[in-house]
């Protein structure tokens, strides 16, 4: 157990729907990172906030936003689904030294 | 989305063999990172390097920076059933507000008892 938690585990919707993926850090971390894993496209980095503040952009899409709360939880937004937007979605967390990231267990979106 | 190279992308191996994985690219890194990744669960962090040139071991594992920057490669003793898994490597480009991660596409290690 990596102390990162993600909810939902799986989610299942439909195009062009709204979904809403949740984080929570492992605890004293004030970093975490949201990554995509697909079949197609492997693992891709999608963004990184620090205590809040976005710090980092990889490869996210316009219809995809992230936010990091006071309390340092974060959410992953994504909209305007596509069928090529189902993947593991996993965020991570990491404390002073920001490459040694720990991993929650993922979400696994559908889009059907 | 970038992706370095990453090869093996499958062996198969006897139980008490040593395995050897690599990764390339065109592009200069700060950071090489080398994660395994059970099924149904994230990656774990397994070595972290950080200058080239740098060798670092993790028990069985052994990973090297290399000299250029373009390249590390991944090395496990002995296998052991649970050695069983995915490893990515993981490069990390740029530096504090524009730096991303990109990922190899993956090494399956099966090990046979």
């Known amino acids: 157990d990596s102390g990162v938690t993600q909810t939902p585990k799986h989610l299942i919707t439909a195009t062009g729907q709204r979904v809403t993926l949740r984080c929570s850090p492992r605890?004293?971390?004030?970093?975490v990172y949201w990554y995509q894993q697909s079949l197609d496209q492997g693992l891709q980095f999608l963004i990184q906030?620090?205590?809040?503040?976005?710090?980092a952009k990889g490869n996210i899409l316009e219809r995809f936003s992230a936010q990091q709360f006071p309390d340092l939880h974060s959410e992953l937004n994504l909209s305007s689904l596509e069928l090529g937007d189902s993947a593991l979605y996993f965020c991570?967390?990491?404390?002073?030294?920001?490459?040694?990231?720990?991993f929650g267990p993922g979400t696994r979106l559908t889009v059907l | 989305g970038q992706q370095l190279n990453q090869s093996p992308q499958s062996m198969f191996i006897q139980e008490g063999e040593d395995v050897s994985m690599n990764c390339t690219s065109s592009?200069?890194?700060?950071?090489w990172l080398w994660y395994k990744q059970d099924p149904g669960e994230g990656p774990v962090l397994l070595i972290a390097?950080?200058?080239?040139?740098e060798l670092t071991s993790n028990g069985r594992l052994t990973a090297q920076f290399g000299i250029t920057r373009k390249d590390s490669f991944l090395n496990i003793s002995a296998s052991i059933p649970s050695d069983v898994g995915i490893y990515f490597c993981?490069?990390?480009?740029?530096?504090?507000?524009?730096?991303?991660?990109?990922f190899g596409t993956g090494t399956r290690l099966k090990v046979l008892a």
């Open positions: 991570a967390s990491s404390g002073l030294l920001a490459n040694e990231q720990f």
């Open positions: 605890s004293g971390d004030l970093s």
């Open positions: 906030y620090y205590n809040g503040e976005e710090r």
């Open positions: 592009s200069i890194f700060n950071t």
């Open positions: 390097l950080y200058k080239a040139g």
């Open positions: 993981a490069g990390q480009l740029g530096f504090s507000g524009t730096y991303k991660y990109i």
